[in-house]
């Protein structure tokens, strides 16, 4: 891998995702990538857990929540859009089941940077709660 460190955009996975997502802005591909992991029966690979943080980032700069570190070229691609109720919901029960189950998550027990790790995913949820 490329890039690699705690944040939701910084690896090669979430960093394709959020390309593709810049160049096709729509809900379907934001949907996709997070029932892929809120849906999931067993521990959830490396990339599709990545993308699914990515996408629920997506989500919650759409609600008005981004992170600091928010991509500047998502940031005009997002511009204008509205998501429903449910697809904030799938966010968080997606980045639930990351936490849960998944290589992201063991690959980052792993690390001296786990609770760093943790910590944004802990953030991440929050932001896709706030009002």
Do not use: C, K
Request: charged letters at 25%; zero cysteines.
């Amino acid at each position: 891998m490329g890039t690699w460190d705690y944040r939701n955009f910084d690896n090669d996975d979430a960093a394709d995702f959020a390309e593709s997502f810049r160049l096709n802005p729509n809900e379907a591909v934001l949907y996709e990538a997070l029932a892929t992991a809120a849906e999931a029966d067993e521990t959830l690979e490396l990339p599709e857990a990545a993308e699914a943080l990515a996408a629920a980032e997506i989500v919650a700069a759409i609600l008005g929540h981004p992170a600091p570190d928010f991509l500047p070229g998502l940031t005009l691609a997002i511009n204008g859009m509205d998501i429903d109720d449910d697809l904030a919901e799938l966010a968080t029960d997606a980045v639930q089941a990351v936490l849960r189950s998944s290589e992201l998550q063991q690959e980052w027990a792993e690390s001296e940077q786990y609770e760093q790790w943790q910590q944004h995913q802990q953030d991440l949820l929050a932001r896709l709660a706030a009002e």
